[in-house]
């Protein structure tokens, strides 16, 4: 029973860490942050970096992109990492 109870738990916390859908940006917010981190972005992928500012939420990507400019050789490639790892962490 404590096993379950504690799985039960677990999910729960994993659930609140998902992007509700009032938390999810709009597409003009998302045009704004493209936009604010054009230096860390790449324009042929635009679609993916929106899809994935949409899921994780602005707060979360400038977090990211505070990371990468800080502690990353290839900035870009940093940046686009860490959304691809935290995305799949999400789903």
């Keep these: 029973m404590e096993i379950k109870q504690l799985l039960d738990t677990?999910?729960?916390?994993?659930?609140?860490?998902?992007?509700?859908?009032?938390?999810?940006?709009?597409?003009?917010?998302?045009?704004?942050?493209y936009t604010t981190l054009s230096d860390l972005v790449n324009n042929q992928f635009r679609p993916w970096y929106c899809q994935a500012f949409a899921s994780l939420g602005s707060e979360r990507v400038l977090e990211l992109a505070s990371l990468a400019r800080a502690d990353g050789k290839d900035k870009c490639k940093y940046f686009s990492f860490l959304l691809k790892k935290e995305n799949t962490c999400i789903k």
């Design 10 to 33: 677990t999910a729960t916390e994993l659930n609140k860490l998902k992007p509700t859908a009032t938390e999810q940006l709009k597409p003009h917010e998302q045009d704004i942050l």
